[in-house]
């Protein structure tokens, strides 16, 4: 495109005569289009790589989020876990005295038997 603004611009400037100082800053402007055109053109090449680049950060916020929630309940887990320990060695226990005690009764039984 640059080259079709380049062309058409030559040949509106051949048709006026003009100083070759409106030439030159014609020129100048000219340049500046087709620069403008060349940045206008990476920038649209760049846009799929900044949307692919923010479809993977948003991936990765969602990770992190789902990460903390999977360590939250993987804490919540071991707290009953520990929980569930206790309770068993304090149930294995009760059942000790318990049989402690029976086994006493038993005793004190028998011996007012005889």
Known sequence: EAVEILTQVSRVAAKFPSSSQNKVELLKKVNMMADAEKIQQQREKEIPSLRADADKLQQHQREAGLEQKLQAKESIIRDL???LDHLRKSQSHTAQYTLQGRREVDQVAA????
């Not at 011996?111 to 005889?114: E, I, K, T």
């Open 81 to 83: 876990q520990e929980q």
């Open 111 to 114: 011996l007012q038997q005889y």
